[in-house]
């Protein structure tokens, strides 16, 4: 079964489609830093599965900008996503939404 990962730039936003899996992350990890270059959000709603390795990026994605001076705001996280950032005790660098 093959997956996909898309992503889109939509003024501040980039929004991501798919599975962001160790399969499918590749293309994202190699152009991240153009993806990102004027981005504040992250919207992950049209995401369908994130595996550790997803999460890892989702991570990177946020301390790259970070250190840009850019805080990165993750939206649209599933109750799958939350509880995978809650079983790896990542609450505190990668805060989510609670409201939605």
């Given at each position: 079964?093959?997956?996909?990962?898309?992503?889109?730039s939509?003024?501040?936003?980039?929004?991501?489609?798919?599975?962001?899996?160790?399969?499918?992350?590749?293309?994202?990890?190699?152009?991240?830093?153009?993806?990102l270059?004027?981005?504040?959000?992250?919207?992950?709603?049209?995401?369908?599965?994130?595996?550790?390795?997803?999460?890892?990026?989702?991570?990177?994605?946020?301390?790259?900008?970070?250190?840009?001076?850019?805080?990165?705001?993750?939206?649209?996280?599933?109750?799958?996503?939350?509880?995978?950032?809650?079983?790896?005790?990542?609450?505190?660098?990668m805060?989510?939404d609670?409201?939605?």
């Amino acid at each position: 079964m093959t997956t996909v990962l898309s992503f889109e730039s939509q003024q501040q936003t980039l929004i991501l489609r798919g599975e962001l899996d160790r399969e499918t992350l590749l293309p994202l990890w190699e152009q991240r830093e153009t993806l990102l270059a004027d981005k504040t959000v992250l919207d992950v709603t049209q995401l369908q599965r994130v595996d550790s390795s997803g999460l890892a990026l989702l991570v990177h994605l946020r301390e790259q900008q970070r250190q840009r001076g850019v805080e990165l705001k993750i939206s649209g996280v599933s109750d799958r996503l939350k509880t995978l950032i809650t079983l790896y005790n990542l609450q505190a660098i990668m805060p989510v939404d609670t409201a939605g």
